[in-house]
């Protein structure tokens, strides 16, 4: 357990303040949140995210709904603002991010977070990406973005190409998460009508996992790539396949661990690539085991490894029905020729 503090402050108007704070009336948030009131740029960003976060499933919907609906023209600007707080810029990144007349001067702004642009390296597909993978080809301490670029399914050929030699090693990756420390904010806790919406600070005793919910992509990263064994059964489950692939370069991962891993049949195929890369790991007779059974293990890697199993391990696979008939054919075969060679 570890105590954690923090605060965060976001500022908005009085205008705002009166829309957003708790006990505001809910007429008022509705047409707030359908754009109905004379509010403009920033104050209508602000307004739009703090109702987002609420608990009132309507308003949420419209805010959203409206946030979709301004026009490229109009939001451009506001989000060229270097003043403008990030996770307004996040905001807007993640409702607007195939728009490139919006991403473009969003992107470009200084005060974007590493957390905005992993997410749009992630998701974001045609000149959005391109934007994206010339600024991570420009920030080498940030290897996070490059990496969800190269996991992106949308990104093409010539732009992973381009990135493919800016991810590091392990080493460097870790010292390069320290680079996204952007807090986040609970829209929801607006207290007041002052200038200043506060979100009051927290200082509780979170477990691990609850830790992990608050983290970004940079900060897992980290996290898997040195914690301890705790944080690794964590992050190994982790759907981002750049957190959970972190935790087997992690140099206090134990055989033990990546035997279980080895046996989980919903273990990913990179996790299960990354076992097979590993001479010393793959020279344990029980990884190579859990390999050959394992349905992500490449068909070509599974038949050489069942060139280890014990005559008991292989009768078992002859009668499987949870393996690849391939493999069931090949261990056949295998007996037949031990029994011609007794005979």
């Known amino acids: ?4 503090a923090r605060t965060v402050r976001l500022k908005v108007s009085p205008q705002v303040a009166r829309i957003v704070t708790k006990g505001a009336p809910r007429e008022v948030q509705l047409n707030a949140a359908r754009g109905a009131l004379p509010l403009q740029g920033q104050d209508l960003l602000t307004t739009l995210l ?7 499933t309507e308003i949420k919907s419209l805010a959203g709904a409206t946030l979709r609906e301004i026009p490229p023209g109009e939001l451009a600007p506001v989000v060229e603002n270097s003043e403008i707080h990030p996770q307004l ?15 473009e001067p969003l992107l470009t702004n200084p005060a974007v977070s590493t957390e905005t642009l992993v997410h749009v390296a992630s998701h974001g597909e045609g000149g959005v990406l391109s934007l994206v993978a010339h600024l991570a080809l420009r920030q080498p301490d940030s290897p996070e973005i490059a990496a969800a670029i190269l996991g992106n399914p949308r990104a093409d050929r010539a732009v992973k190409d381009r990135l493919e030699p800016a991810i590091p090693s392990p080493a460097s990756a870790e010292d390069a998460a320290d680079a996204d420390g952007e807090p ?18 927290e200082e509780v005793n979170l477990s691990k996992y609850q830790q992990a919910l608050e983290m970004g992509i940079s900060e897992k990263i980290k996290m898997a790539l040195t914690g301890d064994k705790e ?16 935790v087997l370069k992690n140099p206090r991962v134990t055989e033990g661990e990546v035997l279980m891993i080895a046996k ?21 007779y029980e990884i190579k085991r859990a390999l ?23 009768k078992n696979l002859a009668k499987s029905r949870g393996v690849a008939q391939a493999l069931v054919n090949n261990a056949r075969r295998m007996l037949a020729d031990k029994n011609k060679k007794k005979g």
């Open 1 to 4: 357990m570890t105590s954690t």
């Open 50 to 56: 703090f109702l987002s976060h609420g608990t009132d």
């Open 89 to 103: 810029l996040d905001f807007v990144a993640r409702a607007r991010i195939g728009d490139l007349v919006i991403m």
């Open 184 to 201: 986040e904010e609970s829209g929801d806790e607006a207290a007041d009508d002052s200038e200043e919406m506060p979100v009051d600070e």
């Open 231 to 246: 944080w690794r059964n964590i992050f190994i489950k982790d759907a981002n396949k750049l957190v959970s692939s972190a």
């Open 264 to 284: 989980n049949k919903s273990s990913s195929e990179e996790l299960i690539r990354l076992i097979t890369l590993e001479r010393e790991w793959v020279k344990q």
């Open 292 to 314: 050959v059974l394992h349905p992500r293990t490449p068909l070509p890697k599974a038949l050489r490894y069942m060139g280890f199993l014990t005559e008991k391990d292989l």
